[in-house]
T-cell receptor, first 113, second 115 residues
């Protein structure tokens, strides 16, 4: 079965430092991987996706993610964190049978000034 | 509208009451999804429509949950005889065509509290 795992419940970063939010996937075949962000009392917002092509994917708000097939990972990164990046981040995998996205448990990112 | 609209924003129901949650997807979006999100958890898939056809309802937790999209646009998620474990945020999302690369656009959700 396809699934994604986010090993960290929380990530703390100082403003201006680089940030990484981790995601690993478990799938047979080619994964379709996504990152979403959720601010308090809001729905999820699409950040970026990997379908095929370049392993480094660039998305909204300066975020990028690197697809690593050998490590089955799709970590979210940003070179310089902002306080406003503080939110809940979800990795998701597209489950081919049924056309649905399966989400990880989420990682809370906290960026301190 | 510009985005996915869900109503009501908050709903408090007494245990045993029926509730109906509404979703207005982005105009022209073919696919519509319902997810349930418990506090501090990731969204859990409930059901999925392609136009008016309900293609997957494998995530509905019990036969008390029912969803419909009769004209292929607005959708309603109905929960009968609500239980406390139904308390959660219910998220609706739509996508242009349901293809794997087509991102989901989410509404702000309906927070259901069953007392």
């Amino acid at each position: 079965a396809q699934s994604v795992a986010q090993p960290e419940d929380q990530v703390n970063v100082a403003e201006g430092n680089p940030l990484t939010v981790k995601c690993t996937y478990s799938v047979s075949g080619n994964p379709y991987l996504f990152w979403y962000v959720q601010y308090p009392n809001r729905g999820l917002q699409f950040l970026l996706k990997y379908i095929t092509g370049d392993n480094l994917v660039k998305g909204s708000y300066g975020f990028e993610a690197e697809f690593n097939k050998s490590q089955t990972s799709f970590h979210l990164k940003k070179p310089s964190a902002l306080v406003s990046d503080s939110a809940l981040y979800f990795c998701a995998d597209y489950y081919n049978q049924g056309g649905k996205l399966i989400f990880g448990q989420g990682t809370e990112l906290s960026v301190k000034p | 509208g510009a985005g996915v609209s869900q109503s009501p924003r908050y709903k408090v129901a007494k245990r045993g009451q029926d509730v109906a949650l509404r979703c207005d997807p982005i105009s022209g979006h073919v696919s519509l999804f319902w997810y349930q999100q418990a506090l501090g958890q990731g969204p859990e898939f409930l059901t999925y429509f392609q136009n008016e056809a309900q293609l997957d309802k494998s995530g509905l937790p019990s036969d008390r949950f029912f969803a419909e999209r009769p004209e292929g646009s607005v959708s309603t998620l109905k929960i009968q005889r609500t239980q406390q474990e139904d308390s959660a945020v219910y998220l609706c999302a739509s996508s242009l065509n349901g293809e794997p690369g087509s991102p989901l656009h989410f509404g702000n959700g309906t927070r259901l509290t069953v007392t």
